[in-house]
């Protein structure tokens, strides 16, 4: 049976060979898709990224 599509939306990027190794390795260890790795590693990305942002404009905030 095959499984259901996924709602999403694809995705090309061209990597250096070094990275792709690594994500390669990092899903054999961890036993997920490259697909599920990356998708893990932007959600955490974008998370960090959104509160160092607003730590930043909380800081510009409190310099005023």
């Known amino acids: 049976m095959a499984r259901p599509k996924k709602n999403g939306k694809y995705l090309n990027v061209c990597i250096q060979e070094e990275i792709y190794k690594k994500l390669e390795d990092?899903?054999?260890?961890?036993?997920?898709?490259?697909?599920?790795?990356?998708?893990?590693?932007?959600?955490?990305?974008?998370?960090?990224?959104?509160?160092?942002?607003?730590?930043?404009?909380?800081?510009?905030?409190n310099t005023k």
């Open 26 to 61: 990092f899903c054999l260890d961890a036993g997920q898709t490259k697909t599920v790795a990356v998708e893990r590693a932007l959600v955490q990305y974008f998370e960090n990224y959104g509160a160092i942002q607003a730590k930043i404009i909380e800081l510009d905030l």
